[in-house]
Each structure stands twice: as C-alpha cells, then as structure tokens.
C-alpha cells in the first residue's frame, strides 16, 4: 500500500467528514506537499488518528457559537492551517525526535527520570550560563530541566515573569529566541529535556493584544473579558475565591483607558483571556507550537483551571477547561508529537486526576503531566504532625492517574504552599480541617511550639482566617533553625526530613522534581525585600540565588551540602535500579501498624512492585514485617541501603528517626546489584 494512504479506523461519520475536507483544503493549498513526502505522510496519519480528539471537543466549544457550519468548517481549516505550517517549520533534528517519542511514547515515565527546577538567571545568569552548568545537573542524573518563567515579561512586577508581554520572544536579559534553540538542542545532547510555562489564562496588560484592546481596537477587545460597570464583576465575585486575597484583592481590576473592569484573576496587571473567543484559542495554539518548534520538549501550562468562566460557580475546572486542552493537545500532537503537555492545576484532590485524561468520555487525552499538589501537601503535613494517617487515608482516596500519564512530584516549588487538605480528609481521620490547615500555616510560620520550621505566612485572607506558607525546604524542614541553633543532633534530623521527604517523591512513580537549591540545602532569602517590585509577595523567599560556593561543598561528607547531596544522588541511584517505578505502574498508599510509618505500594504490571516506607517520627519506629511480607516484598531488599536487608526485631521491620527504605523482592533487586 503506498505510503500516502494510511489506514486508520474511523472515529464516526461526522467527523471524518470534516478531516477528509480539511485534508483536501490542506492539499489544495499545497500545505501537504511543503512538507515532503515522507513526513506529508507521516502528517496525514497523524491526523487521521487524532482528529477525532480536536474535532470533538471543538465543535463542543466552538460549534455553536460560530452558528452555522461553513464558520464551523473555516476555523478548523485555519487552525489546521497552522498546524500544518507549524509542521513545516519543524528543524530536522526535531523531526527525528518526534519519530522516537512516537516509537516510545512513554519516554517522560521512564525510571531514569529526575526533573530539576531553576530560574535562569538565579541559576547562572542567562541561558548561555545554564548551558554551562550541566554538570551540576547531570552529577543529580537530571534528565528534564524546568526553566521558570523566560518568555519577554512586563517591566516592574511582573509575578516572576508569569506576565508575559510577548510569546515569541525570550526576555532580552536572559538571551534570545536562538540562545533557546542552542541550549535545548544542548540539553539533548546530554538525554535531557527542556520544560518551560507558557501562561495560557493570561497575558500582561502590555501585551501587544492588550494594547490594541486598550486602543478600542474591537478584535483586540474581544480577547479579554471586560465590563463597563459593576454588575457582573460583583454577580461573579459573590462566588469567586481570591487567589492573592492581600496583595491583589478581587478578581476584576479597573482601566482607565478602557474605562471598563477587566478580569484579572492574579495581579491587576495580569489579564485574562476570554477563550470562548476562537480567536485566542487560535492565537495560544500558534504560541505553543512556536514554542515548541524551539526545541521545547515540555509545556507547563500555567494555571489552567481558571481557562473558562461560569457564573455561580469558583470559575475553576469547568468542563470547557478540559475541552480547551484536549483540543490543544490533538493539534500540537500533529504537527510536534515530542511535546508532552504539563498541567499546573492546583486544585482539589477530586479534581486534578481529570487534568490527566477524560476518563468518562474515552480517555481523550489532555496533559501527560500534572502535579503531584496533594502529595506535596501532605507530605509536609506528615512531617509538622509526626504522623501518617492523614497522608495515608487521603492519598488513599485518590484516583489513580490514567496509565499513559503520570505525577510531577516534588517536594517545594516557587509557589507557597497552599495547605489543600479538604474537610472530608480531615474529618475521615478524626481531625478538623479548619484547625488542622490552621496548624500547619502556625507550624510553617515556625510559632507552633516545637516547631523546627522557620517560614512565613502568605497569602493571609483576613476573612476566612486561611493561610498558606513560604519558606524554602530547609528551612521549613528545620536546617536554618538547627545551623542557629549549632547543635548537631537537630541538624541531622533536619537533613534526615528533608532526604525523607525526597524519598518518598522520588519512589512514587512519575517524574520527581528537585528544586534548585535543595540539593544544597539553600535557606531563606531575604535579599527580595530590598527590591521594591517584590518586596510585597513573600514567595520570594523560597526563590534564592544560586549558591555555587555552597555547591562546591557538595562533596564535603562533613556539610550540610554534602549530606543532602549524597542522599539526593543515591536516590537517583536507587531510581534508576527500579523498574517498577516506570510508567505504566500505580501507586498506592498501603496502612502499617504504625501511625508514625507511611507505606506505599508501587506495582507495575510487567516490572513488579515496590514497597516504599517513611518513618516520620523523630525516634525509632518498627511496623510488622507481616505487613511486608502481604505487600509481596518477604525477603525484600531496601534499594536505598546498596540492596541490604531491612532490619528486623522481633518479627518487626525498624527505621531509624526519618528513615526511609525502599523495598524490593531480593530476586527482583538480583539483576541490579
Ligand atoms: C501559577 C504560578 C504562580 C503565578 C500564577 C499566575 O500558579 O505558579 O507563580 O503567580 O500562576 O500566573
């Protein structure tokens, strides 16, 4: 059969209908032949197989809205359209990626897998300085680099750069759009992938559309959601919650040149875009597929949830959110199938599996990513409590992510921690929410009594009482009180937290993020409230810069810097032996004898299973070793102790303070060791 004539089941009559004549408008226009043969048949295949997962939820968003069918039929050939020219542009090199991620499509599941997160410029400058410190990642077995925000960014405050004034340009301080090509290809190079945001709710109120709008240019106007007074801004507000309730109460900002309110759900210079608009869909489509074409391999898509408004309703996680991405999804798996998508959505336990794939409407596929929010959380709310039931039972109550998909885990990010732990989890194991999320924030402030943390409140809501945290892991995890403190014993069980806390993200399954700085322990940063365009926003303090002497200690056994970064390694180590951990696997938290012991279980259908624990008691604590031998792992041997057995007493399986083991069956470990 000739290449040209792919076969491929038809989805449903509708649909193939609409492909067969956007196929035939893309070949009138010799956007197939531009292409090549060979890869103007690749196209055409894929096309074929995902245009059903476009189509779909298209005509669900924009079907109607356009009115009659020949609307409905030209904006598909449009944004196929530039699909199709998005193809075109692809380098070579590119091409030759999408061909090995199609041949092993869950290449960013794989065990080997360790992201690292940085800013540039506190990193080391600009992009060309990053490119020079891949040794520094490679000694932590990085295979994936999160670059935040470096996309051309509003000058002043800008959120971190999660203000973008233009999609196409890098910040000019940090390099440009070649510097970009160059480190992306340079990574590569050494088997690993870039990542960067892409803030698809919003755009800075400089940004050129922005502008126009501001202009009374009517096409422009329609990118964003304005209104000329107060009536529908307060009829929203009365169900909206305040993303940053102190520093940028409400959710509507007014505009003097526009002489209207704007929807800014972040800062007031932060404006969001009205996607019920074609047109912004059309214009996002085009930036992540430029992006792409850089050489970028993944796409965290800020704050998604609050894509699509609805009235009566927080205006997060609507239904048309996950039409957006999944159409988003099937048009850049065309034309760039390297791109994995990341979903940011930090939101209800019950609400963030769906971010990974449509499981009641045939597993459609959206983002192949999103983040592991309510592991983070509760992790740390394990280790302020000394105590596992609540991570048990809630993680417990989790769907399991479809298995094409995985969890970005971490243990810190740039973020605060907002403290998600819902009422009905709290209350499932006997505790109140509002106290407990109370106690956590007082913990984390460091004014809890006992407390080893030293972090700050943020985001403080005068009227729910709520509040999150800053802080950076080690401080949090008590490394900045015990070096003030100068008393041994209190710096090693703050080390020992901060590893347990990396052992369990690293064990789950998914790709573990490592957040610079907490390789080496970096503390708190002050230095931010000496500059006036952040001196408002305490997550600064979290965002440290780069501390390359410190680095240099990371082979001092005696260090702080060179404990934690041992501990890091041997965990990148003991990743990489565990088969189980590869994508395709669930993981699931498994009750012991002991409050204090967090267990999960990570089974693999082909690979075997796991047994991960965490001890997360400041002394001792042993759990039945029956306990093990029922999860499948008798005779098991720890991966985190060079494939020792565990320790028993008594018939008792114990860890020491904070200590983790990962257990596997000996023969599994055999072939590793
Ligand atoms: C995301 C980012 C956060 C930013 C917000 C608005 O949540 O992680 O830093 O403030 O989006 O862009």
């Keep these: 059969m000739p290449l040209s004539e792919p076969v491929v089941p038809r989805r449903h009559a509708v649909a193939a209908a609409t492909r067969d004549r956007v196929l035939s408008a893309l070949e009138r226009n010799g956007a197939l032949q531009r292409l090549g043969a060979r890869d103007a048949a690749v196209f055409r295949t894929r096309l074929q197989r995902h245009f059903a997962d476009a189509f779909a939820p298209l005509r669900a968003l924009y079907g109607h809205e356009s009115g009659e069918q020949p609307h409905f039929q030209a904006l598909l050939e449009r944004l196929f359209g530039i699909v199709s020219e998005a193809a075109e542009a692809r380098t070579e090199d590119l091409r030759i990626l999408d061909h090995r991620r199609e041949v092993d499509p869950d290449w960013f599941l794989h065990e080997t897998m360790i992201g690292y997160v940085c800013y540039a410029d506190l990193f080391a400058g600009d992009l060309a300085g990053v490119g020079e410190r891949l040794d520094h990642l490679a000694e932590l077995g990085v295979t994936y680099l999160h670059l935040m925000p470096l996309l051309a960014a509003r000058d002043g405050p800008n959120d971190g750069g999660y203000a973008v004034v233009d999609y196409t340009r890098v910040d000019p301080r940090l390099g440009d759009v070649d510097d970009l090509r160059a480190l992306s290809a340079a990574l590569r190079e050494r088997g690993m992938s870039l990542c960067i945001d892409v803030v698809l709710n919003h755009t800075a ?33 009365t169900t909206l919650p305040e993303v940053f309730p102190d520093l940028a109460p ?6 003097d040149d526009l002489r209207a309110w704007v929807w800014t759900s972040f800062y007031d210079f932060q404006w969001d875009l009205d996607y019920r608009n074609p047109e912004v869909f059309a214009a996002m489509l085009e930036v992540l597929l430029f992006l792409a074409n850089t050489g970028v391999e993944v796409l965290r898509l800020d704050a998604v949830p609050f894509l699509w408004k609805r009235l009566g309703t927080d205006c997060q996680n609507q239904p048309e959110v996950h039409l957006l991405l999944q159409a988003l999804r099937a048009l850049v798996r ?78 810190r990010g740039h973020d605060d921690i907002g403290w998600a732990v819902t009422d009905a989890d709290a209350a499932a194991v006997g505790l109140d929410g509002a106290t407990h999320r109370a106690f956590l924030a007082s913990f984390y402030a460091g004014d809890f009594p006992g407390s080893f ?3 700050e409140r943020f985001g403080v809501n005068a009227a729910t009482g709520d509040a999150r945290s800053s802080g950076t892991a080690a401080s949090l995890a008590g490394i900045e009180a015990a070096l003030e403190a100068g008393e041994p014993e209190l710096l090693d069980a703050a080390v020992a937290r901060l590893l347990l806390l990396h052992a369990v993200i690293y064990g789950w399954g998914g790709v573990p993020l490592l957040y610079m700085g907490d390789e080496l322990g970096l503390r708190n940063d002050r230095s931010y409230l000496r500059d006036p365009t952040r001196a408002g926003d305490n997550r600064w303090l979290h965002r440290p810069r780069m501390d390359w002497k410190a680095a240099a200690r990371r082979h001092d056994a005696g260090t702080v810097e060179g404990r934690l970064f041992a501990g890091l390694r041997r965990l990148a180590d003991a990743r990489r032996r565990c088969p189980p951990l590869r994508g ?13 012991v967090f267990a999960w279980l ?66 599994a470990s055999r072939w590793s060791w």
């Design 205 to 237: 109120r400089e940004h050129r559309w922005a502008q126009a709008a501001r202009a009374g240019d009517p096409h422009y106007l329609a990118f964003y959601l304005t209104f000329m007074d107060r009536t529908l801004p307060d009829a929203y507000e």
């Design 250 to 255: 409400g959710s509507f900002s007014w505009d």
């Design 334 to 411: 065309i034309a760039a199938p390297a791109t994995v998508f990341k979903a940011e959505a930090i939101v209800a336990p019950g609400k963030l599996v769906r971010y990974l794939g449509g499981h009641d409407d045939g597993q459609r596929p959206e983002c192949e990513l999103a983040y592991h929010n309510q592991l983070m959380v509760l992790l740390w709310s394990a280790l302020a409590a000394r105590d596992a039931t609540l991570m048990t039972a809630a993680l417990g109550r989790m769907e399991q992510p479809p298995r094409t998909t995985g969890w970005v885990t971490y243990v």
């Design 453 to 455: 943390a030293q972090g």
């Design 584 to 596: 395709g696997g669930a993981t699931t938290p498994w009750w012991t004898d002991s409050p204090q």
């Design 602 to 667: 990570r089974q693999h259908p082909r690979e075997g299973g796991m047994l991960g624990l965490a001890n997360f008691s400041d002394t001792a604590s042993t759990i039945d070793a029956g306990l093990v031998a029922h999860a499948g792992m008798a005779a098991g041997v720890d991966l985190l102790r060079d494939g020792a057995e565990p320790v028993l007493r008594d018939g008792r399986l114990e860890l020491p303070a904070w200590g983790c083991a990962w257990i596997v069956p000996a023969e």
